[in-house]
């Protein structure tokens, strides 16, 4: 494979600019050419965000054309199904399994969990479900849902990343226990694949 396509997807405040940066970095480190652009973002008010990640020998351009991801990261439920359009029949998808409702109460409609999960199943032969959110709160640290989906990716990616570098760079994220806390999850994220999926 020439370039690899990710698009990493969530919503704002789910620190997705942090993780599409560290796996440019850790590809950077692994002698690959990588690029990210973020497309569409809402990343203060909690909507939409988009950041496509490039990796590969030459990356020219650093945005990711509507059937061409390779690999879509979903801190968020929801934003799996919105983003679909970049996928093609052989997408790889890691989702967390939690919906984050908009605070808009009595005019969005809630669906279930295991309804939006039955649906990917259904579109997307080759879905890893994670419950990220779930495991960054057990450890006390909600805001490194990130790192659990990073941490999920990284095994399937590390053909083409320098997992010894971000082991490292995720420890920089965030000072003091925070930072344990972020490695604490990423190494999670990599532990529930390896038991889950046997991708280790």
Request: proline share 4%; hydrophobic share 45%; aromatic share 6%.
């Amino acid at each position: 494979m020439d370039v690899v396509n990710i698009v990493v997807t969530g919503v704002g405040g789910q620190g997705l600019l942090t993780l599409a940066r560290l796996l440019v970095e850790s590809a950077l480190a692994k002698g690959y050419d990588a690029l990210a652009a973020e497309t569409h973002g809402m990343s203060q008010r909690g909507g939409s965000v988009i950041v496509h990640v490039r990796i590969g020998k030459e990356v020219l351009a650093p945005t990711i054309p509507p059937g061409f991801a390779d690999y879509i990261l979903s801190t968020e439920l929801m934003e799996a199904v919105r983003n679909c359009i970049y996928a093609r029949k052989d997408t790889i998808v890691v989702v967390n399994t939690k919906i984050i409702y908009p605070a808009l109460p009595g005019i969005v409609e809630h669906v279930s969990e295991d309804e939006v999960l039955k649906w990917l199943k259904q579109h997307i032969e080759r879905l890893y479900p994670i419950p990220a959110s779930s495991i960054a709160e057990s450890l006390g640290a909600p805001q490194s849902t990130n790192m659990v989906i990073l941490g999920a990716a990284s095994a399937l990616l590390k053909d083409y990343i320098d997992l010894g570098y971000l082991e490292k760079a995720v420890l920089k994220v965030g000072r003091g226990r925070l930072a344990e806390l972020n490695l604490r999850a990423y190494l999670q994220g990599r532990e529930i694949m390896c038991r889950e999926y046997g991708v280790c």
